[in-house]
């Protein structure tokens, strides 16, 4: 059991370059998560799935997009990187229902120049 | 909107010695979450405070949650190295999307011999 795996763990672009940050989940959870972690803040919501077609934006949606086909897989596309996209980026899921404990991912570091 | 503070931001202690760190949110909430992250990793998760006067304790660490203070603790008990890390509160909109969090800013936690 993996829990949360994403990849890749590091990437450096430049700005204007595209990409797309996945993530995976083995634990059947419906409920999936990306956040994103700039230095000495908390964690800041980009959009969040709550099943398998259905996504919605959450904080800061800007300059980002998403899909889910499938239970398991949520990936993250930037396209047109920019500087201000630098941040640690953390995919999370959990499971439908009011406990809703969220488990994290290891993280990608993104640096775009 | 829902606003999440946590203090103090930075906090050095000596092992054996006893600390608070304190969480206040600005809005009616239900669910309120307390995470570990030590350096360059994911988030852990530590406690899941789901009704008024809910106390829960693992270790050396204890938190509380009072919803109509709308404030949680988290207690250190005569800390030790290991527990140097920084530590977040993550509290849930009341009535709002499933699992969609508001994290504070973190403490950082250094303890020394």
């Known amino acids: 059991n993996a829990g949360v795996t994403q990849t890749p763990k590091f990437r450096i672009l430049k700005i204007g370059q595209s990409m797309t940050l996945q993530c995976t989940q083995d634990?059947?959870?419906?409920?999936m998560y990306w956040y994103r972690q700039d230095p000495g803040m908390g964690l800041k919501l980009i959009y969040y799935s709550v099943g398998a077609g259905i996504t919605d934006k959450g904080e800061v949606p800007n300059g980002y997009n998403v899909s889910r086909s499938t239970t398991e897989d949520f990936p993250l596309r930037l396209e047109l990187a920019a500087p201000s996209q630098t941040s640690v980026y953390f995919c999370?899921?959990?499971?439908?229902?009011?406990?809703?404990?969220?488990?994290f991912g290891p993280g990608t570091r993104l640096t775009v120049l | 909107e829902l606003k999440v503070e946590q203090n103090p931001l930075f906090l050095s202690m000596q092992e054996g010695k006893n600390y608070t760190i304190y969480c206040n949110y600005s809005?009616?909430?239900?669910?309120l979450y307390w995470y570990r992250q030590d350096p360059g990793k994911s988030l852990e998760s530590l406690f899941v405070l789901l009704s008024n006067g809910a106390v829960k304790q693992e270790g050396r660490l204890m938190a509380s949650l009072d919803t109509k203070a709308r404030l949680s603790t988290l207690h250190i008990t005569a800390a030790v190295h290991d527990l140097s890390a920084t530590y977040f509160c993550a509290v849930a909109r009341y009535g709002g999307s499933q699992g969609n969090l508001i994290f504070g800013k973190g403490t950082k936690l250094s303890v020394k011999p």
């Open positions: 634990m059947n959870h419906n409920y």
């Open positions: 809005t009616t909430s239900d669910r």
């Open positions: 999370a899921s959990s499971s439908a229902g009011y406990y809703n404990e969220q488990f």
